[in-house]
């Protein structure tokens, strides 16, 4: 993470001019057929709901570019299907309406719920066939020192300042009266990519939320440092899929649960996750969770056998857990490691744990004589189990937040 000014006026962001409830948002069902909306046909919006609106390089498109189209649909309640065909988008994505918003990636195999389809591709376009690409990094010479959040290619967030990461303990201070933003964001079978070069240079982000929900079904991730960011109360939910990075790829402050995705480790910096534990006046589960997900080097010809580390504290109030996952040989026998040796960020509130997990990068013996890692029993697993257990509704912490969740790939 790099603790970058803030800067204004260099993303597009909109005026948030309606408000909703802070304690129980309103949720939100998806009752249209998603897969005929997004196979192929000759009349790509035969099979899409009403407020449909489409996106490509084609003449019967309403827009040619995404940003476009998230910029035409009314900053009110009403659900709005923006649905794209296959093609790269060079742009940044800014999705600050409070109403729900379903981004669908036009593909003769969409995401379904059984298990099939649900892998974006080990490189970016591989099997989804819609891919956003964005280039910018932050926290070097060359690239100047931008707030991370101005590096990601997908951006949700109700306003500019409740999207930047700031710095020290408690990052960018966010206005008390700032809005909840998006209760309802979705995406299916889009790859988001941020390709900055050189790679590593520094942050940059494929996608940044803060203060919305938001779940990711079959979509892809790629990057290097910072990969994705989950900044004050989000929730994200993602499902199928993939997530490349090299450091520190997993970050933030709020709530991200993974299920059944590919971890691709490009390389090895940091750690895969690096969270921030927040103090609140309720008791909060704050924090990043894998569960049934393949954790393993991108392509064969990495060597990196035994250099990879589940996570560092980005604080000491971190929490990650990863649960029931494969995870190869490119793991450190530790697991999780100390932030620097000189600053180690660990103390009695750190849980940075795993629960059964296995392959040749679990190293019970290597576990326990770093004694960083807490390997959890099922007792202590059982408050983190479900997504309604961690998923807790903004400001008032009240847990059970899942209505934003398609309904189809949950539980």
Known sequence: MYPGSTILGLLPFLALTSSLPTSELPSYGSTFNRTA?????????????????????????????????????????????????????????????????????????????????????????????????????????????????????????????SSLTGAGPDGNTVPAGTPFGNTDFRAYNIDFVNAYLPYSAGPSLALSISYANAGFYGVGFFSYQDTVYVGKLASVYMKGGTVAGQ????????????????????????????????NTTFVNKYGVYLHDSVVRKANSSLSIAQQCA???PWNAQMRSIFAN?????????????????????????????????????????????????RLLTSQQYEPYSTPEKVFEYPFSGKFGNIGWIDPASYP
């Open 310 to 312: 589940l996570g560092r």
């Open 247 to 278: 450091t520190d790829f997993f970050y933030g402050f709020g709530t991200l649960w993974a299920q059944g995705i590919s971890v691709l480790l490009r390389g090895c910096g940091g750690g895969i996750t690096a969270w921030k534990g927040t």
């Open 37 to 161: 909306c997004q196979l192929p046909s000759t009349d790509p919006l035969a099979g899409c709901p009403e407020n449909t609106v489409l996106v490509g390089p084609t003449s019967n498109a309403h827009f040619s570019t995404i940003q476009s189209a998230i910029l035409s649909i009314p900053n009110n309640t009403t659900p709005y299907t923006i649905l794209v065909l296959p093609g790269n988008y060079t742009e940044q994505l800014n999705i600050t309406r409070p109403g729900p918003v379903y981004l669908l990636g036009q593909t003769p195999s969409p995401y379904s719920s059984n298990g099939s389809n649900n892998q974006a591709g080990d490189n970016p376009g591989t099997k989804n066939r819609v891919v956003v690409i964005w280039h910018q990094a932050t926290g070097t010479a060359t690239t100047g020192t931008l707030d991370n959040a101005f590096t990601s290619t997908l951006t949700i967030a109700p306003t500019l300042n």
């Open 325 to 373: 996952c494969y995870l190869d040989d490119s793991i450190e026998p530790s697991g999780y490691i100390e932030w620097q040796s000189t600053d180690p960020r660990l103390n009695y509130n750190t849980s940075m744990a795993e629960y059964q997990d296995y392959g040749p990068g679990f190293n019970l013996t290597g576990r326990v004589q770093a004694n960083i890692t």
